[in-house]
């Protein structure tokens, strides 16, 4: 067993937190090196894209908005507290009584990933605790566990495969070889011309019994969530999960599947082999998605879908059918 830093830059960690948990826009907006300008100052916790809806009272979110169409959108998400946005749509918001702590410029969306890129590597804003590897854990020698990672009692960590921070894998867990979790997720936005990654500041949660087969990649929550797979899921080899994404208890995912961003599958759902999963999606408990299918609309509980693009399974097969 190897551990790796935590921390792969070289760089002074700044704590930016006030005593409530929160960041001020006027301790952060200078790091996006670009045309920022701050109108009203404010204080965020968390970052989000403005159509998520977030959970829990009290929650402070900045956000950012680029297009005058999702005005109605940023003005009814009552979690917002702070956005960045051009200076049009700040004049239009003003308008509509709510007020903000609001950055303006050119390109919104440019400004708010390179803070949250800031955020991610120079501060604490991301900063977690509690890495604690079990006695009774097996943990091949060739395994790579970064510096914040917890493993529970009885799991196993097979060959080479390497336990990104903010990893947390519960008790009698199975992780095969070959295996990457808490990998960065792959979200890209364009800076001067280049794309570039966004910097992911969350986790990943692997609960009690889950058993996960060789070459499987879990990415980590992006602003600062988990992604999730729930207790007793069985994952097959060759699985890619991304950020953000929740599998619930008892579900079943075949070799090969695909599963984008901000996906959440019920309990004791069957994903079959092969299958791609479009981002944002849900799948409804005990629901049953067919071998090869590709998935881009949601799935009801107990509905079984299958097809490219995923239907009702008695409608594909009628199809079928009637084509052959």
Avoid at 167 to 186: D, M, T
Wanted: with cysteine.
């Amino acid at each position: 067993m190897q551990f790796a830093k935590g921390v792969i830059y070289d760089i002074m960690i700044t704590h930016l937190t006030q005593g409530d948990g929160a960041v001020k826009l006027s301790k952060v907006y200078t790091a996006a090196e670009s045309d920022l300008k701050l109108v009203q100052d404010g204080a965020f916790d968390i970052l989000t894209l403005a159509n998520e809806s977030i959970l829990g009272s009290g929650v402070r979110a900045l956000s950012f908005l680029n297009d005058e169409k999702y005005l109605d959108v940023v003005a009814e998400n009552k979690a917002i507290s702070c956005i960045i946005t051009t200076q049009r749509c700040f004049e239009k918001l003003a308008k509509n009584g709510r007020s903000f702590g609001a950055l303006v410029t050119e390109d919104p969306k440019r400004a708010f990933y390179l803070i949250q890129n800031y955020l991610v590597v120079k501060t604490d804003f991301y900063a977690r605790s509690g890495a604690e590897i079990a006695s009774s854990a097996v943990v091949d020698k060739t395994a790579v566990l970064a510096g914040n990672v917890s493993v529970g009692e009885g799991s196993v960590i097979g060959a080479n495969t390497v336990l990104y921070d903010n990893v947390s894998i519960g008790n009698n867990v199975y992780i095969g070889a070959n295996c990457s979790i808490g990998v960065n997720g792959w979200r890209v936005f364009e800076n001067d011309g280049k794309n570039t990654s966004v910097l992911s500041g969350g986790g990943v949660v692997i609960e009690d019994d889950v058993n996960i087969q060789h070459n499987t990649v879990i990415e980590k929550g992006v602003f600062g969530g988990d992604t999730v797979i729930g207790q007793n899921c069985f994952v097959n080899s060759s699985v890619l999960i991304e950020h953000d994404s929740i599998i619930g208890r008892c579900s079943k995912v075949a070799g090969g599947v695909q599963i984008a961003g901000r996906v959440t599958i019920g309990s004791d759902a069957w994903i079959g082999l092969g299958v791609r999963i479009s981002n944002g999606i849900t799948i409804g408990d005990h629901a049953y998605v067919c071998i090869g299918s590709v998935v881009t609309k949601d799935v009801g509980a107990g509905k079984k879908v299958s097809g490219n693009f995923a239907v009702d399974h008695e409608k594909n097969l009628a199809f079928i059918k009637k084509i052959r």
